[in-house]
């Protein structure tokens, strides 16, 4: 049984479709502070606090848990720069409460969601996972302070841990049955997508003076049931006794902000405003993937939405049809 912490989020939500449509028995545990009731389709959404460590331990035992995918945080940049403290205490003190909970259950599986955020501003290429960390802002910072701690849990307890650095998850599900819905939301394509749909006026463009090509931003934008794929691969590693491992996940194909523009254009055959603004601070030029360790630990890995259209295809469905 695997215990989806903050699985009623964008990306825990897609995990648990993935799950229950490959019949993998899963519980879904999460405060709905972030999250959607209706993002559940016929499974329980167990509504309680990761920083309850003595219920998340009896929940462990009593469901059998044998692998935790740890999706809680709070995750948007700006606020974290705000407040930082809430950053500390909800993505560190409360995941060490979900720790001391698995060690409690005995429960030495688990798939951590970390981020490229990780790594702050590499000027590399393609960004492999053995760059340095130098986070610049304190929600990255939480990030690797926790996969530092997941080391050390691991030579405690034995506790073994698989940290997927995730770059721009995006789109959604190919039914658009449930999707990506952040408030505020501060995604790219969703952003976009707003505008092409009429609910926003404009769409911005931070930074046109970039060293790329276009001058605009370049990110790699992996697709969400990709990414809950690799959580199920994640799991199934650990269970097999792989080691304590961290990969990089994306697809290492980068898109600029203009690029992602002109194919929601497309996609939705919609004209909209863009306005061009100044660069934000912490913006770094170019992040893409060198995802060549997840493919070689994983290699039944299949990514079947890599493609642009498909990425923004689905989360335009979603965005016509959203019902959260
Ligand atoms: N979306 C991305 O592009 C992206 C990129 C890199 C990393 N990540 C990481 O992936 C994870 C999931 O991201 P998301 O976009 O699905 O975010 P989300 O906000 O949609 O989901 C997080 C879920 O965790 C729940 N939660 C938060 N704190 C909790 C707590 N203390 N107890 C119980 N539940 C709690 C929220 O209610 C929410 O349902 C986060 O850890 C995020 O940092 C996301």
Known sequence: MILLAGGAGYIGSHTALYLAEKGVPFAVYDNLSRGHRESALGWEIIEGDIGDAQRLAALMRDLKVDAVIHFCAYALVGESMRF???????NVANGISLLRAMVEAKVQNLVFSSSCAVYGEPSAEFIGESLPHNPVNPYGETKRIFENMLDWFDRAYGLRSV??????AAGADEKARIGESHDPETHLIPLVLKAASGERKSVSIFGTDYPTPDGTCIRDYVHVTDLAQA???ACEYLREGGRTAAFNLGYGRGYSVREIIDACRKVSGREFAVEEA??????PPRLVADNRSIRTALPDLEF???DLGKIIGTAWEWEKNRRF
């Open 84 to 90: 930082p403290g809430m950053y500390y205490e909800n």
């Open 163 to 168: 940290r997927l650095r995730y770059f721009n």
């Open 231 to 233: 959580h199920l691969a």
């Open 278 to 283: 100044p660069r934000r601070p912490g913006d």
């Open 304 to 306: 079947r939405f890599d």
